[in-house]
C-alpha cells in the first residue's frame, strides 16, 4: 500500500504544533514560493531561550510530525551544539535558533522579499 502524500499545508500545521508544544518564540513562516531559486517554498523559523530548548523543540517537531503524518525530515544539522538547527523536509525548511544567534544571522532580512507570516503565540 502506497504511502499517503502529506499535504504541505497540513505539514506547517503540524510542525507549528511542535514548536508551540515546547514554548518556542517568535515564529515566522516565509513564502519563498514567488522568489526564484529557492531551495525549499517555506522557511518557518523559530527560537528558544538556551540550547536545551532548542533541542527540545526540535524533539518535539519531529516527534508530533512523525506521530501525525509519518513524515522524517530528510536531513537535520547543528544539533550537536543547538545554536541554529536546520531541519529539512524538503519543500519546507524549519530553522530553529537561539535568540541571539537568529539575531546576528538574521535570515528574514536576507529573504526580504519573501512574505512573511508572523504567528501568535498563545501563551
Not at 8 to 31: A, P, R
Not at 38 to 51: A, E, L, P, Q
Not at 63 to 83: C, F, M, Q, R, Y
Request: aromatic content about 8%; some cysteine; hydrophobic content about 40%.
Amino acid at each position: 500500500m502506497a504511502k499517503k502524500e502529506t499535504s504541505t499545508d497540513q505539514l506547517i500545521t503540524t510542525i507549528l504544533k511542535g514548536i508551540e508544544e515546547v514554548k518556542g518564540q517568535d515564529i515566522d513562516i516565509l513564502d519563498l514560493r514567488e522568489l526564484e531559486n529557492t531551495v525549499c517554498d517555506y522557511f518557518i523559523i523559530c527560537n528558544g531561550t538556551s540550547n536545551t530548548q532548542v533541542a527540545a523543540i526540535v524533539n518535539s517537531i519531529q516527534k508530533i510530525v512523525s506521530k501525525e503524518t509519518k513524515e522524517k525530515p530528510w536531513h537535520i544539522e547543528g544539533l550537536d551544539n543547538a545554536e541554529w538547527v536546520l531541519m529539512d523536509y524538503v519543500n519546507i525548511v524549519v530553522h530553529v535558533f537561539q535568540k541571539h544567534i537568529r539575531e546576528f544571522y538574521d535570515i528574514e532580512s536576507l529573504w526580504g522579499d519573501a512574505k512573511i507570516t508572523t504567528i501568535a503565540s498563545s501563551y
